[in-house]
């Protein structure tokens, strides 16, 4: 049965996650408005246009920093409790420190699974138009001036889609086409050419060959000089509209590519561990939490000041680190799950010791 204190503590906790979402979201968002305002202008962007994109930038915001929101609101709502002597209280009343984390720390479990369910759910389409947005109509000129495209990745439908390495969109040619197709979640077929162009309104692959995969584990092949791909239906000027990167795909989608990389024997660790980031992003906000309350339950004369700097430290030190990790785990300089899990498991021992040696 849930009791009394706890809905008190989780009331604190929600509302100061409220209060600082809105006020750093608000602050983020007017920091890239300031940067955008010279595309805005020379682009004579629509305001409703400009609207709808910070809506979905918003969206992105939640995405990217939830973890430092609830990093700022532990610090924030414990920090106010314990200035107010009402953490002393409740410990005088028989709540250890452990007993008051354990409400907070459920939360933030939640959130973490609330944290992977939005991404994976509702942000995938919504951050699309964020990026169709940003790249058709705010730096539509930057576009125009673009004439290659590298690393294109397409879906024809479910379970079919095609990549391409570069495409010259003056020349409506591109390089190194592969084509996929699965069937019961195994590849069923893979067309492989050196070169794709558009022409009298088809596409055309150049100088390939068709791998068919069968039931039955037999493959059939044969190569062509020229062949066309009506399934493909989009235009050249689509092509040079950049929709995302892989990291912007579901896990879902993200992990259907891997698992089709794997059987062609094309590349895929830094996709993997985009992979598993997926997961070990939005569980941060768990080890924050174990991090920071022992920090607030304790303030120094600092108070509220001195807890929200330490936020800000906390967070800059997992950035940072987490960045450095990961772009040694795309190099191979690191094992991809210490590339991932390393930053995680670091703040989660960090914090099980800082809140073990707490004052109870």
Same mark, same amino acid.
């Given at each position: 049965?849930?009791?009394?204190?706890?809905?008190?503590?989780?009331?604190?906790?929600?509302?100061?996650?409220?209060?600082?979402?809105?006020?750093?979201?608000?602050?983020?968002?007017?920091?890239?408005?300031?940067?955008?305002?010279?595309?805005?202008?020379?682009?004579?962007?629509?305001?409703?246009?400009?609207?709808?994109?910070?809506?979905?930038?918003?969206?992105?915001?939640?995405?990217?920093?939830?973890?430092?929101?609830?990093?700022?609101?532990?610090?924030?709502?414990?920090?106010?409790?314990?200035?107010?002597?009402?953490?002393?209280?409740?410990?005088?009343?028989?709540?250890?420190?452990?007993?008051?984390?354990?409400?907070?720390?459920?939360?933030?479990?939640?959130?973490?699974?609330?944290?992977?369910?939005?991404?994976?759910?509702?942000?995938?389409?919504?951050?699309?138009?964020?990026?169709?947005?940003?790249?058709?109509?705010?730096?539509?000129?930057?576009?125009?001036?673009?004439?290659?495209?590298?690393?294109?990745?397409?879906?024809?439908?479910?379970?079919?889609?095609?990549?391409?390495?570069?495409?010259?969109?003056?020349?409506?040619?591109?390089?190194?086409?592969?084509?996929?197709?699965?069937?019961?979640?195994?590849?069923?077929?893979?067309?492989?050419?050196?070169?794709?162009?558009?022409?009298?309104?088809?596409?055309?692959?150049?100088?390939? @060959?068709?791998? =068919? &995969?069968?039931?039955?584990? %037999?493959?059939? !092949?044969? +190569?062509?000089?020229?062949?066309? *791909?009506?399934?493909?239906?989009?235009?050249?000027?689509?092509?040079?509209?950049?929709?995302?990167?892989?990291?912007?795909?579901?896990?879902?989608?993200?992990?259907?590519?891997?698992?089709?990389?794997?059987?062609?024997?094309?590349?895929?660790?830094?996709?993997?561990?985009?992979?598993?980031?997926?997961?070990?992003?939005?569980?941060?906000?768990?080890?924050?939490?174990?991090?920071?309350?022992?920090?607030?339950?304790?303030?120094?004369?600092?108070?509220?000041?001195?807890?929200?700097?330490?936020?800000?430290?906390?967070?800059?030190? @997992?950035?940072? =680190? &987490?960045?450095?990790?990961? %772009?040694?785990? !795309?190099? +191979?300089?690191?094992?991809?799950? *210490?590339?991932?899990?390393?930053?995680?498991?670091?703040?989660?021992?960090?914090?099980?010791?800082?809140?073990?040696?707490?004052?109870?």
């Amino acid at each position: 049965m849930i009791k009394i204190i706890d809905i008190y503590l989780l009331k604190k906790f929600f509302a100061a996650l409220l209060v600082t979402a809105v006020a750093v979201g608000f602050t983020i968002i007017i920091i890239n408005i300031i940067d955008q305002l010279r595309f805005f202008v020379d682009n004579d962007v629509p305001f409703m246009i400009i609207l709808e994109y910070y809506f979905y930038f918003a969206g992105w915001v939640l995405k990217q920093f939830l973890p430092m929101f609830v990093l700022l609101a532990t610090l924030f709502s414990v920090s106010l409790l314990a200035r107010r002597n009402e953490f002393l209280a409740l410990k005088s009343l028989g709540f250890s420190l452990y007993r008051l984390a354990l409400p907070l720390v459920l939360a933030a479990l939640l959130l973490a699974v609330g944290h992977i369910y939005y991404n994976e759910v509702l942000y995938v389409d919504a951050n699309k138009r964020r990026v169709e947005i940003k790249e058709y109509t705010i730096k539509k000129r930057a576009i125009r001036n673009q004439t290659h495209i590298k690393n294109i990745y397409r879906q024809i439908a479910p379970g079919h889609f095609y990549t391409i390495s570069s495409f010259n969109i003056k020349r409506r040619q591109g390089e190194n086409l592969n084509v996929y197709q699965k069937r019961n979640n195994k590849l069923a077929s893979l067309i492989s050419a050196k070169r794709i162009t558009f022409e009298d309104h088809y596409w055309v692959a150049v100088e390939g @060959y068709v791998r =068919l &995969f069968e039931d039955t584990a %037999s493959e059939s !092949y044969y +190569e062509f000089d020229k062949m066309r *791909l009506p399934e493909i239906q989009d235009k050249p000027e689509d092509l040079a509209r950049r929709i995302g990167k892989p990291e912007d795909m579901s896990y879902a989608e993200l992990k259907d590519y891997i698992d089709i990389m794997k059987r062609t024997g094309g590349p895929y660790l830094r996709e993997s561990i985009d992979l598993k980031i997926k997961i070990a992003y939005p569980l941060t906000s768990v080890m924050v939490v174990l991090l920071s309350i022992p920090f607030a339950a304790n303030p120094k004369r600092g108070g509220i000041a001195f807890s929200f700097a330490i936020g800000g430290l906390i967070s800059l030190t @997992y950035f940072v =680190l &987490f960045r450095v990790l990961q %772009s040694a785990g !795309y190099n +191979e300089k690191i094992p991809e799950d *210490l590339a991932v899990w390393g930053i995680n498991i670091l703040f989660f021992v960090i914090g099980v010791s800082t809140m073990i040696g707490a004052r109870k």
